[in-house]
């Protein structure tokens, strides 16, 4: 098969032929048809991740056909569309057990502990547990942008945050996974404010679904969402991933406000300082999120043949897989406008 190879953190990506993947026992091979780069492929590439050893073929975001299955499938078969988190359970441990399979104690995760989309084949373990259906009406390109994205960020508002019509949100970083979490928080009802430090993304949020937005660079931006939502947010999310982000976040919300931390706080900004006197005296919740548990993907796909989330209107563009190389190099600028998406 052939597949976007990298033999060193930050050094090119080729497209190579290596041999195809076996199925596991209990798991299937993907014919994959689409896969979304994300900026956690990029973290990779770049060497943030210890779990990544090279050489390497990354992608997560995937949407594909079954080709092969182990004997010990019984639930998906050659033909079968589908998709998978990026966050796959062994199903024993005891989060799996309690049905928080995205904090496996021995999680496998495509791209990150073993090779993953960025090819046209790629191995999945566990596969009865961790495969999910993907409905007729959903094309591969649309079901890749689900990805870790809006997965993520629908877990982050319905799972952690725990918004519901009429809550105020505030989104702190308007790339893939914010403007993700501004469609979505729409459709449950919410009135959104959109941070960027972008005026195109900030219409780009605007024109998704968000009431508000705020400028980052304008001013003090806790004081700005505050005005926004008349006394500070319910919910707010730090898409991004900054010590800033994070505190403003956090500063942003009203009493007994909830903050979900959604971006990677990764190298120096990995022991931000936050403001512990405003979440005792507001008793605000500080919530992480890492990823959806599988059995998640049911809720989230029936708002998306609702209607009410239409995750194409977030993918910026599509390429083809000897283009991964150049994609990632350009994250490191926070390139991107919306989801781009491997078509292959």
């Known amino acids: 098969m052939k597949a976007a190879v990298y033999r060193a953190f930050g050094g090119p990506v080729e497209i190579e032929t ?98 993953g989309s960025f090819a046209e084949l790629v191995a999945l373990p566990r596969a009865d547990l961790n495969l999910v259906r993907l409905p007729e009406s959903l094309g591969f390109v649309e079901a890749a942008s689900l990805g870790c994205r809006f997965m993520t960020a629908f877990a982050a508002l319905t799972d952690h945050g725990r918004v519901t019509p009429g809550d105020r949100v505030a989104v702190h970083g308007c790339g893939g996974v914010g403007l993700s979490a501004v469609m979505i928080a729409s459709a449950l009802g919410a009135s959104v404010v959109a941070v960027d430090v972008n005026p195109e993304t900030l219409a780009l949020a605007r024109s998704l679904g968000a009431a508000e937005t705020v400028d980052a660079r304008a001013g003090d931006v806790p004081d700005a969402v505050a005005e926004a939502t008349r006394g500070g947010a319910d919910v707010s999310l730090d898409a991004l991933g900054s010590a800033a982000t994070c505190r403003a976040s956090v500063l942003s919300l009203r009493k007994r406000g909830r903050h979900v931390q959604v971006g990677l706080m990764l190298g120096d900004e990995r022991d931000a300082a936050l403001p512990m006197d405003r979440v005792i005296g507001y008793e605000l919740e500080l919530r992480g999120v890492h990823g959806m548990a599988v059995g998640r993907y049911d809720a989230l796909l029936r708002l998306v043949e609702s209607g009410a989330v239409e995750p194409g209107r977030l993918i910026g563009r599509t390429i083809a897989l000897d283009a991964v190389g150049a994609e990632l190099s350009s994250m490191g600028a926070f390139a991107q406008r919306g989801v781009t998406v491997v078509e292959l």
């Open 18 to 115: 290596v041999a195809d993947p076996e199925p596991p026992e209990d798991g299937v091979v993907v014919a994959v048809r689409a896969s979304g780069v994300c900026r956690s492929d990029w973290h990779g590439w770049m060497g943030h991740d210890p779990a990544i050893s090279l050489p390497h073929v990354p992608g997560h975001e995937l949407a594909g056909v079954v080709v092969a299955t182990g004997p010990q499938v019984g639930d998906f078969a050659a033909g079968d569309r589908v998709t998978v988190p990026f966050c796959c359970g062994c199903g024993r441990c005891d989060p799996c057990r309690h049905g928080h399979t995205q904090l496996c104690d021995v999680d496998f995760q495509p791209g990150f502990t073993a090779w």
